[in-house]
């Protein structure tokens, strides 16, 4: 049986280069980029933190992988 696995990602510092190296590291491992939540800060325009989500498909290994619904 296949499941989605997230991964979650949190960083305060939310300026392109680090969502760059963000993105590039966790592609390259394997995820697949889903989205990004951002938490605004009230006295700047800059978001005070991200959130970067991530998605990876696995198979169960408490099924085998022939479980899979047509």
Do not use: C
């Not at 499941?3 to 697949?32: C, F, H, K, M, P």
């Not at 980029?33 to 006295?43: K, L, T």
């Amino acid at each position: 049986m296949r499941v989605t696995e997230y991964r979650v990602v949190e960083t305060s510092t939310v300026t392109d280069e680090v969502l760059t190296r963000i993105l590039n590291e966790e592609t390259q491992a394997g995820w697949t980029f889903d989205g990004i939540s951002f938490v605004p800060n009230e006295a700047s325009k800059r978001p005070r933190m991200a959130f970067v989500i991530f998605t990876k498909e696995r198979v169960d290994p408490d099924h085998g992988a022939g479980d899979d619904p047509p």
